[in-house]
């Protein structure tokens, strides 16, 4: 049985699923203003929290296994580093401000997070989840995440995370890419119309879907607020079952923008809409 431990309580996952019929998500309340992070590990393993150079981190962490907490003042921090004795599930709770946090596809600890329960408030700048394989769940809290600069690698990778929470972008108006953002995130069914509604300055959406070979269609309305884009190359290659492209999709683009391989080995689409690309000004 895995013990998930927050702080000095201790929540027996498996029996309390068996007994309440509950999604673990159900009974860990997400924070307003802590970062909240789920990590399985192993006896001993070694957890690093993937600051970067360049950003401000003024942070307390709780590991949630009882030990002592950790104070973090840079990105490279003697305190970033924590060994987890026993093997177990534990909940990482930050507080204050945590500006970065990349995983990029860092082998070291990309298996081990598990589930994002809250974003809090740690004035986010930099932020992917790339090569999180065991990830399966992202908070439902729109508008958190909205002084992030760049959405490219978010979940990269991600391959068990099941549904993109709706509002996770919104708000966000400063970020231009959103390259490989659900790259190859193969258990992905279902986008929702209005996710970039505020991605108004966007300009990057290469490779984005690339691989989401569960995504079952494209809703219509997608791209809708984002005229300033200039790259659709590969965004939706290799999603297998989207069987409709929506007639309207790109006609609020005006720039010179690249579709290169944008539908590249999407195998059952059986026709292209007459008026795809009514609108933009200059196709390559």
Not at 26 to 38: F, K, N, R, V
Not at 182 to 207: E, G, P, Q, W
Not at 228 to 257: D, E, G, R, W
Request: proline share 3%; charged share 10%.
């Amino acid at each position: 049985m895995k013990v998930l431990r927050t702080g000095t309580n201790i929540v027996y996952r498996d029996a309390l699923n068996r007994i309440l019929k509950v999604r673990p998500d159900d009974y860990i309340a997400p924070s307003d203003t802590d970062g909240m992070i789920e990590v399985r590990v192993d006896n001993g393993t070694v957890f690093t929290l993937p600051t970067f150079t360049g950003y401000t981190y003024n942070a307390t962490v709780d590991w949630g296994d009882g030990t002592a907490t950790s104070t973090i003042t840079a990105w490279n921090d003697v305190d970033i580093v924590h060994t987890y004795v026993n093997e177990g599930t534990y909940l990482i709770i930050i507080s204050g401000t945590f500006q970065a946090f990349a995983v990029n596809n860092n082998v070291a600890i990309r298996s081990l997070i598990t589930r994002v329960i809250s974003w809090g408030t740690l004035d986010f700048r930099l932020l992917n989840l790339y090569g999180c394989s065991a990830l399966t769940f992202l908070p439902e809290q729109a508008g958190k995440l909205t002084a992030v600069t760049s959405f490219a690698n978010f979940c990269n990778g991600c391959v068990s995370l099941i549904r993109i929470p709706y509002g996770i972008f919104h708000g966000n108006s400063i970020a231009l890419t959103y390259q490989n953002a659900f790259y190859n995130c193969t258990a992905i069914k279902v986008l929702y119309a209005d996710m970039f509604r505020d991605a108004v300055n966007a300009t990057t959406f290469t490779s984005t879907f690339y691989g989401c070979s569960a995504l079952l269609d494209i809703p219509t309305g997608l791209f809708t607020y984002n005229s300033k884009v200039t790259s659709c190359a590969n965004t939706f290659q290799a999603c297998t079952k989207i069987a409709s492209i929506p007639a309207s999709l790109f006609q609020s683009f005006i720039y010179n923008c690249s579709f290169s391989n944008c539908f590249y080995s999407c195998t059952s689409i059986t026709a292209i809409p007459a008026g795809l690309f009514t609108g933009v000004k200059v196709i390559t």
